[in-house]
């Protein structure tokens, strides 16, 4: 892949990487990791004013390279209400 060319597309949008040129190999993601991108989902979609489920991050994220095939959608969703409960979310 040159840095020209997108790395993969989401509903015909290029979608580019900004940390390395080539296509490396999908990796199962850390809890952490999609505790993270969960908390971020949820907090986007709340500035929108649109409430954005436990279940739904889950089913979106279900379909994600690294993610599909490595998780359930039950064990994405334990992963993602042990990050938006109220006593373990970041301090700050």
Do not use: V
């Not at 020209?4 to 990487?17: A, F, W």
């Not at 993601?29 to 999609?34: A, E, F």
């Not at 500035?47 to 379909?63: C, F, G, H, P, Q």
Request: charged letters at 20%.
């Amino acid at each position: 892949m040159s840095a020209s060319q997108p790395y993969d597309k989401e509903e015909g949008i290029p979608i580019y990487t900004i940390t390395n040129a080539n296509i490396l190999t999908n990796n199962k993601p850390s809890n952490g990791h999609l505790k993270t991108l969960a908390l971020g989902l949820k907090e986007t979609y709340n500035l929108i004013n649109y409430k954005l489920s436990n279940k739904k991050i889950a089913e979106y994220l279900i379909e994600k390279s690294g993610i599909k095939g490595n998780f359930s959608t039950d064990e994405l969703i334990s992963i993602i209400e042990s990050a938006t409960s109220s006593n373990n979310r970041p301090k700050g």
